[in-house]
């Protein structure tokens, strides 16, 4: 599966045939933006620490310094109307975001809580918009310097580093939140190593870019194997699929690609019955009890109530952003009726469960989130689209940088399908800003570049 023409545009970061970028005459001004762009790339991965809810700040500024950049970048030949000549491929993918928020929007109409899902909305959409025009410059830039791919990978490490430091000394927790629950410190770790799961795989292309293979391998397997000494499950999981993605994609990136797309129709369409059946629950909520893991029995619990919740709506759901407001979604599980009769074997184990709320702002799955809010058709919709992209980045991409993308987008696929709320904006800031990287990175060097 392919779509024609897509050589050109971002998702297609790694596009067989590109476009060399000859070296732009030089201007100072254009440096400027490019190195604040490079101080704000590396400062992202260790400032998840404190400040992981602004990644849309992070976009935003990104958007405006490559915009100024690509502005500013000199190009005699061509001459500013290239720089702002439409994009045929970039338009077809922003139809189709279109398209995807278009339903989403329609969605609203018959929401239980219309006011909050058009906010919810309006947020996305520019969020996306600010992303598309981010790629849509990033794509036009003259390669970044050498120094800057490999100031790129040395800030992954470092928050690499910090992630070991807390998860075998709990240095941050200790020092910085000395006085916080025992509940917060365990959980100082969710964020940054969801941060470092995404971020590894442009830094690890980097790398690779500029000839440090081993540097690009090392972190690739760090990563999962750091993230064993974390709290964060999914980031965990999402690690070892992107690096199992990364070793498929690298065998044969078409059989990657096949496979990775029959595991998103099989999951998301299936996962509303899995939750639902009762031999699954009771062997799930088995091996939680013997792992001592509460936090997975209420994850399952989350799941079921969710899964009945989307039989009362299966075809169009609930409307978007709505499972925080669903009927019950407040009650604690002792009053839930689909869940209620698992607890009595789980009570002498985790006997807070009871009191624990069915549904807690999401479900924590994004099967179940976008059958339970946008219905059947959002799903299959949100199946096609993913697919596609999957696809995209297969289809037309040179062997030695497919794999990086594909396994990015395995651990992406790992991390939506085992936390992250669909809607949340910091998110999506930090898959767009991802993807800028992917862009940015793989601009081709022209053969008299000097790379410094």
Known sequence: MSVPGTDRFLPAIDSE????????????????????????????????????????????????????????QRDGKSGIGRKLAPDPVLLFWLAITGICLGYIAASCFWSINPDDSLQRLKRLGLLLLTAFLALYAAQRLAPP?????????????????????????????????????????????????????????????????????????????????????????????????????????????????????????????????????????????????????????????????AANKIQEKPLLGWGMDTARVLPGAERPLSETQSFSPYLQELTGVFPTLKDSPALPLHPHNVSLQIHLELGIVGALLFCIVLTAVVFFFASGSRRETAPYTLAWLAAWFVIVFLSIGIWQTWWWALSAICLVQFTYFRRPWHRDTEMV
């Open 145 to 305: 310097p050498r120094g800057f791919l490999v100031g790129i990978v040395l800030s992954v490490f470092a928050l690499l580093a910090l992630i070991a430091a807390e998860a075998f000394f709990g240095l941050l927790s200790k020092a910085v939140w000395g006085d916080a629950p025992d509940l917060d410190k365990f959980q100082v770790l969710n964020r940054p190593a969801t941060y470092l799961v995404l971020l590894a795989w442009p830094a690890a292309l980097a790398a690779h870019r500029t000839d440090h293979r081993m540097l690009s391998r090392l972190l690739i397997l760090a990563t999962p194997a750091i993230l064993v000494a974390s709290s964060n499950s999914a980031a965990l999981a999402a690690a070892v699929a992107g690096l199992v993605a990364f070793a498929v994609a690298t065998l044969n990136r078409k059989a990657a690609a096949a496979l990775f797309g029959t595991v998103i129709f099989s999951t998301v369409l299936a996962m509303p019955f899995v939750a639902t059946n009762q031999q699954v629950m009771k062997n799930g909520l088995s091996s939680a009890v013997e792992a001592g893991a509460f936090s997975a029995a209420h994850r399952l619990a989350i799941w079921n109530f």
């Open 17 to 72: 045939r590109i476009d060399v970028v000859q070296d732009p005459k030089p201007n100072p001004a254009h440096s400027i933006p490019v190195w604040v762009t490079f101080v704000l790339l590396c400062a992202l991965p260790v400032a998840s620490f404190v400040a992981s809810q602004q990644a849309p700040i992070v976009l935003i500024l990104l958007a405006v310094l490559l915009v100024a950049a690509a502005f500013l």
